[in-house]
């Protein structure tokens, strides 16, 4: 295996190199960006052998096809966006071997709104400013500042070690659900909302509408009202998902692509561990919100931190069958053919309703 | 001064000093700046300073926001705003600008608002130094103070979807360069040729916050030499620590 392309043969709806984020430069102006769902950026990370905030390619609303030039091991997490590696459906939140010359195509969503597409060794293409996120907006990172197009090749970096097929454990999988509950840190401009306005907020279900993109969700939904109509502040600074309020009282969700500072005052913030659903939430998607101490949202944070980063990946390996001749009777049993077919083990074997503990070591073709 | 220290999410915390647009207040957000940088806090990833507070972001697995807290309410204590003699010694940029013209389409509509001629808008927009406030909204835009009101004048109706970057213009009263190509709806009364932003460059923004912005009216004769000079990458932007 070695390092080669992906060649974008359709960027579909929308494409793009996205990495942890441009951290640091946001005093500049310049937008954080990065992948939308960063816990799906990380356990595909995990998946093929990457430290967890390497570059993926991640893929809006389907349609997007990506062609690899050598044998790569990837894994497609996220959205379940109808992946497809030369026909055959892909396993969802697994790492595989894609073959050279093998294609990988999105159809539409069916469960999440954007998939990932991870790469043993990376997407490496150029980094801008410490980051190879794509900020269309400001024209900086991917291959050229913009959003990916057909014809495109994104070099892919080599990987660190030979990578195994895993896979991720079914506790660790998103809930997809049309009803969100979405945790709310309040502040830091509540007091810019009467009291009914606030409770307006936290008892109401919004909608997501189809105006939602990289840079926020736009809510629909009753009207929060500000105190004195004033929903202007003097501009501060924003974060992932802040929830600000502009003057029609409607509330947005700001994302990844936000820009650095905004003038609408923001009535919370949603907590971590809600963000990756929101990232997914397609239009129609109806979101409620709860009112979270920070010291809760740190809490629930650092819990699904920690089980992300360090909950063990099972092994994902294609079984591969043996006849096995006992005493003259063939039994067929099946290995793992991970990490190494050739390692020396010990199996269980039930042999006539016997459980029998028998080593296997190859011999050589 | 008076400041609050509130949660802004679980990841970051906001460093309030009151809420209004001014010199002094500003001085002290980026005071603090300064100081929780000297500081090296433990999990403190990113700081951005705004008109009248410091956003501190933070990994909550390094710390919290109690904890941070605590540090941020020592050193928020202890600023201070710059001494007065301080205060008025800025770096002043001076940047050229083509007025009018194919450059400032809008000129004409700013005066006519203002009744005033063109060049009297020229003279008062070029006879100010303004403060740079913060960067923010796109890479490398400065929020500058200090307009005169005699050249106040509303958004266009109907946002250009594309303006150059270099564009220097008026929304209400308030005055900034675009520095990349973006759509906006400012009324744009000149040019700039010299490029805020570059992402190779470091720091990647041309003017920073603290320092103050006066234009400099040159001909598009002029413009168009010093923007070859800035093509070629031989153009050093013109700043002098300036008493004001």
Same mark, same amino acid.
């Given at each position: 295996m070695s390092a080669g392309t992906a060649k974008v043969i359709s960027p579909g709806a929308l494409s793009l190199v996205q990495d942890a984020g441009r951290l640091g430069y946001q005093k500049f102006g310049v937008s954080l960006s990065g992948a939308m769902d960063t816990e799906a950026l990380l356990l595909g990370n995990r998946l093929v052998g990457n430290s967890p905030d390497c570059a993926a390619v991640e893929i809006t609303f389907g349609g997007a096809e990506l062609e690899f030039s050598q044998e790569t091991v990837i894994a497609v997490t996220g959205g379940d966006l109808d992946a497809k590696l030369d026909g055959t459906p892909v396993p969802a939140w697994e790492s595989f071997r894609a073959p050279a010359g093998s294609s990988l195509v999105f159809g539409g969503?069916? +469960? +999440? !709104?954007r998939a990932y597409v991870c790469a043993a060794g990376g997407i490496a293409t150029e980094p801008v400013l410490g980051s190879r996120s794509t900020h269309a907006g400001s024209g900086l990172g991917g291959l050229d500042g913009g959003p990916l197009k057909a014809g495109d090749e994104l070099p892919i970096g080599e990987p660190s070690d030979e990578p195994s097929a895993l896979r991720i454990p079914n506790g660790l999988l998103p809930h997809r659900t049309s009803q969100l509950t979405l945790g709310v840190v309040p502040g830091p401009q509540q007091d810019a909302f009467t009291g009914d306005g606030v409770s307006v907020f936290y008892s109401s279900e919004y909608t997501v509408t189809d105006r939602s993109d990289r840079q926020g969700v736009r809510l629909d939904g009753p009207v929060i009202q500000a105190v004195g109509d004033r929903? #202007?502040?003097v501009s501060d600074a924003v974060v992932f998902g802040s929830v600000q309020v502009p003057g029609d009282g409607k509330p947005i969700v700001l994302l990844a692509d936000r820009q650095t500072t905004g003038g609408y005052a923001k009535i919370g913030v949603v907590a971590s561990v809600s963000l990756p659903a929101l990232a997914q939430a397609a239009p129609g998607t109806t979101a409620r919100f709860e009112r979270m101490t920070v010291q809760d949202a740190q809490a629930a944070a650092r819990k699904r931190m920690s089980d992300l980063l360090e909950t063990p990946l099972e092994d994902a390996s294609p079984a591969r069958a043996f006849s096995l001749n006992v005493s003259g009777q063939i039994h067929e049993i099946r290995l793992p053919n991970q990490p190494d077919p050739n390692t020396a083990r010990t199996i269980q074997v039930d042999i006539n309703g016997e459980i029998e503990l028998v080593a296997v070591e190859a011999i050589g073709d | 001064m008076d400041f609050k220290i509130l949660p802004a999410g679980d990841a970051a915390a906001l460093v309030e000093f009151g809420d209004r647009i001014e010199p002094e207040t500003n001085d002290l957000v980026y005071a603090l700046a300064s100081a929780v940088e000297a500081a090296s806090i433990d999990g403190v990833v990113e700081l951005v300073p705004t008109y009248r507070s410091l956003l501190v972001q933070y990994d909550l697995q390094a710390t919290g926001f109690q904890e941070l807290s605590d540090n941020l309410q020592s050193l928020a204590g202890e600023v201070r705003a710059p001494a007065e003699e301080d205060t008025s010694a800025k770096v002043v940029i001076r940047l050229p600008v083509a007025y009018g013209g194919e450059l400032g389409p809008d000129l004409d509509t700013v005066a006519t608002h203002n009744g005033l001629t063109q060049q009297e808008v020229i003279d008062i927009h070029s006879g100010a130094g303004y403060r740079v406030f913060m960067l923010g909204f796109a890479p490398g835009f400065p929020y500058l103070? +200090? !307009? #005169?009101?005699?050249i106040a004048c509303p958004r266009l109706k109907t946002p250009r979807l594309r303006l150059p970057g270099g564009s220097v213009g008026i929304a209400e009263s308030q005055t900034g360069v675009y520095p990349n190509d973006s759509p906006g709806g400012w009324q744009i009364i000149g040019r700039t040729p010299v490029r805020l932003f570059d992402s190779h460059a470091d720091p990647p923004a041309a003017i920073l916050p603290g320092s103050v912005v006066r234009f400099e009216p040159v001909t598009e004769e002029q413009y168009g030499q010093l923007k070859a000079k800035v093509d070629a990458g031989e153009y050093r932007l013109q700043m002098e620590g300036e008493t004001a």
């Open positions: 969503p069916a +469960g +999440g !709104m929903y #202007d502040i | 103070g +200090g !307009m #005169d009101e005699r």
